[in-house]
T-cell receptor
Framework: DGGITQSPKYLFRKEGQNVTLSCEQNLNHDAMYWYRQDPGQGLRLIYYSQIVNDFQKGDIAEGYSVSREKKESFPLTVTSAQKNPTAFYLC???????????FGPGTRLTVL | SQQGEEDPQALSIQEGENATMNCSYKTSINNLQWYRQNSGRGLVHLILIRSNEREKHSGRLRVTLDTSKKSSSLLITASRAADTASYFCATDASGSARQLTFGSGTQLTVLP
């Protein structure tokens, strides 16, 4: 059953803590993406990766970090430097950058 | 940076009516895509139209693209309550690193 998964679905963290959001795909896609969505808003690109061991900053990378050690996995770390981290985080993948993107179900992060 | 902007922001119609959403963008594009998002879920790809195409159909969906006006429209015919969702356009800008840029979305409500 091919697809893209994110975990956990809901995540709570205290201010000042780093937290890592998981994203895994078994679609054999080269490109992967992380977006942030705030209530009633569109998606803003945080980071993207065109290929393993490579990633690029998106429009709002400050306070976030990523790694791409495996083709299947693109974890996102929300660091304590991110001023307003409470949001809905969406991961996506595509065959290549610019192609149709397939999205995971999202992780809702709440900072207490 | 927001490349695509949808109009209207919100649309409410009766079941059976047609729904039209518009998207305007700023720079030349390779393609334009429409996605759908149910509340609290990931996005689902609906249709892709290339810059050299003017119209495309998929089931009850009809997409038009006018590159001279830098605009696109999504028509959903014979709407159903299950079409209630947010709809986003996403553009793949020419000459860029080719990551998609999403608009802020149209919230469609179809009343039974």
């Amino acid at each position: 059953d091919g697809g893209i998964t994110q975990s956990p679905k809901y995540l709570f963290r205290k201010e000042g803590q780093n937290v890592t959001l998981s994203c895994e795909q078994n679609l054999n896609h080269d490109a992967m993406y992380w977006y942030r969505q705030d209530p009633g808003q569109g998606l803003r690109l945080i980071y993207y990766s065109q290929i393993v061991n490579d990633f690029q900053k998106g429009d709002i990378a400050e306070g976030y970090s990523v790694s791409r050690e495996k083709k299947e996995s693109f974890p996102l770390t929300v660091t304590s430097a991110q001023k307003n981290p409470t949001a809905f985080y969406l991961c996506a993948s595509s065959i290549g950058v610019g192609d149709t993107q397939y999205f995971g179900p999202g992780t809702r992060l709440t900072v207490l | 940076s927001q490349q695509g902007e949808e109009d209207p922001q919100a649309l409410s119609i009766q079941e059976g009516e047609n729904a039209t959403m518009n998207c305007s963008y700023k720079t030349s594009i390779n393609n334009l895509q429409w996605y759908r998002q149910n509340s609290g879920r990931g996005l689902v790809h609906l249709i892709l139209i290339r810059s050299n195409e003017r119209e495309k159909h998929s089931g009850r969906l009809r997409v038009t693209l006018d590159t001279s006006k830098k605009s696109s429209s999504l028509l959903i015919t014979a709407s159903r309550a299950a079409d209630t969702a947010s709809y986003f356009c996403a553009t793949d800008a020419s000459g860029s690193a080719r990551q998609l840029t999403f608009g802020s979305g149209t919230q469609l409500t179809v009343l039974p």
